[in-house]
């Protein structure tokens, strides 16, 4: 290895570094992608995907070019390491590379469209942010329309800062709001260990770290056992959450549905909104900075 003094490009991750914090994006990449789909001269959008907008099958639909459409998803994947905020929509058009429409590739470009309107905006992390850890954890409520499983999000903050974040379609069918949320709950918990031990390599020892939830009945599954016989059929791998609240580890908490920012990471938001939690999460604008 060679030193090359300060870091301020690393994988089309561009590395602004100054007293007041670090400014994570990738404008160059994002140039990059629009001049390879041919997407430069197109029109800048407000948000990524309409709440009105239901990507299904389309089986009638009109091909495209499967090996074009991987690759605009793939591409599309990797800037979600500066902008949480497309998470959830490129995932859903994710969904369908195996067999893509034109009306699948038609949102994957909308992606693109906002992109364009906000190229300068990345990950804000403020030096002087407080030391100490939250997690936020949520489920969707309609589901895929595919196969009816339902999306889990997850997201953590050190202090202000975002660290991880994910969007996940569950592997199997709860039957119930407060089961999805109690599989989305025993995730976030497996995240925030992960967090945890890497933190007491820096030095740093958390207990007790707050998991926000916005579904009572999932908080009362991993309280009261007394519950365990109506949950029998959910896998004991789910049921591991119990173990860890009672040694200390992490300890659930209700948040209102206002306040759940990992709510951009499992449903379509309106605008007002999307934008709230865009600002939660410190995606800004690197000129808003200045």
């Known amino acids: 290895m060679s030193m090359m003094g300060e870091l ?5 991750l561009q590395v602004k570094q100054s007293k007041e914090g670090i400014f994570i994006c990738q404008s160059k990449y994002y140039k990059e992608i629009h001049k390879k789909f041919e997407m430069e ?5 407000t948000i990524p995907m309409p709440t009105n ?8 639909g009109p091909e ?4 074009m459409y991987k690759g605009l998803i793939g591409s599309l994947l990797y800037l979600t390491a500066s902008r949480p905020d497309i998470m959830f929509v490129v995932c859903l058009c994710a969904r369908f590379q195996f067999c893509p429409k034109e009306s699948h590739l038609k949102a994957a470009k909308k992606i693109l469209k906002y992109l364009k309107g906000t190229i300068n905006m990345g990950l804000w992390y403020p030096s002087l942010s407080p030391i100490y850890l939250v997690g936020y954890s949520d489920s969707d409520f309609t589901g895929c329309k595919l196969d009816r499983k339902r999306t889990s999000g997850t997201c953590h903050l050190l202090g202000s800062s975002l660290i991880l974040w994910h969007s ?7 039957l119930s709001t407060a089961e999805a949320e109690y599989i989305a709950v025993g995730s976030c918990c497996a995240q925030i260990l992960w967090i945890k031990q890497q933190l007491e390599d820096f030095g740093l020892k958390m207990s007790k770290v707050p998991l926000l939830c916005n579904n009572t009945s999932a908080i009362n599954l991993t309280k009261n056992h007394i519950q365990h016989s109506r949950t029998k059929h959910i896998e004991v ?13 992490c300890e659930i908490k209700f948040v209102s549905t206002e306040r759940q920012l990992a709510d951009i ?5 309106s605008k007002d909104r999307f934008y709230s939690l ?4 410190g995606i800004l604008d690197v000129h808003a900075l200045s």
Do not use: P
């Open 53 to 60: 907008c239901y990507l299904e099958a389309d089986e009638l």
């Open 41 to 45: 001269a197109c029109k800048a959008a």
């Open 265 to 269: 990471f499992t449903k379509l938001l």
């Open 64 to 67: 495209v070019n499967q090996t």
């Open 237 to 249: 791998r789910h049921h591991f959450i119990r173990d860890h609240i009672a040694n200390g580890d």
């Open 278 to 281: 865009r600002n939660e999460l």
């Open 8 to 12: 301020s490009f690393f994988l089309g």
């Open 168 to 174: 996940k379609k569950q592997a199997c069918v709860a």
